[in-house]
């Protein structure tokens, strides 16, 4: 039995845009065989209504037909000798890098906790010594713990929490001898943004709105 030969799209020529088919890269390839200027330029006007029927949602789209015959020149790269109702748009405008979005800020320091939970203690660590400063670290710590909870474990110490506290802040914040953090209650249910239980929460909290509503 004979070897049968597989080609794969990987060994084929790249396509600039994959939407419209092989076949119609293929056809925009044929027109550069034909050596007769109109009858070449009318046969890309009936490529371009190939393209439409394959991609009808772009009649949505204001100017579509520029941007299909744009999509034209755009298949046979840009080189196209064709009498078009639009000229061939410029190559370098597709080929512009786009500008890099700038990262915020500088790394966090501990993603579980987030990087707003960095702004809060520097807001402690401007607040003078006395009862509202160990209030908002009592605050601070039991947010800090919620957030501990849901991305690592199903129980963690006050000493813990304490201690990232003053790491965080690089020892600008002293937690003060004998501060307790108030019991969870067993009734909570910690679990992580997005999860599964989140949105099915979401979910059913939305039928009962909807039922009430109704």
């Not at 799209?9 to 065989?33: C, H, S």
């Not at 037909?65 to 748009?89: E, M, N, T, V, Y």
């Not at 809060?120 to 713990?145: F, H, K, Q, W």
Request: glycine share 6%; net charge positive.
């Amino acid at each position: 039995m004979e070897n049968v030969h597989l080609e794969y799209n990987t060994q084929r020529e790249k396509m600039a845009m994959p939407e419209y088919g092989r076949n119609v890269l293929k056809m925009v390839g044929d027109l550069r065989n034909i050596p007769d200027r109109a009858k070449r330029s009318e046969q890309a006007a009936a490529v371009v209504k190939v393209m439409e029927i394959l991609n009808p949602q772009v009649r949505q789209q204001e100017n579509w037909q520029h941007k299909l015959w744009d999509h034209l020149f755009i298949i046979a790269g840009f080189d196209l000798d064709i009498d078009s109702p639009f000229p061939c748009p410029v190559k370098e405008e597709f080929e512009t890098r786009p500008v890099p979005i700038p990262m915020k800020g500088e790394k966090i320091k501990a993603t579980h906790y987030g990087r707003n939970i960095e702004k809060i203690i520097n807001l402690v660590c401007d607040e003078p010594e006395g009862e509202v400063r160990t209030m908002l670290i009592r605050s601070l710590a039991t947010y800090m713990r919620t957030q501990y909870l849901i991305w690592n474990k199903d129980s963690v110490k006050d000493e813990t929490i304490f201690a990232d506290i003053e790491k965080l802040s690089e020892g600008r914040i002293k937690v003060p001898e004998g501060l307790e953090l108030g019991k969870i209650s067993e009734d909570i249910q910690l679990s992580r943004p997005n999860s599964l239980q989140n949105r099915n929460r979401f979910k059913h909290s939305g039928k009962r709105n909807r039922k009430h509503q109704g």
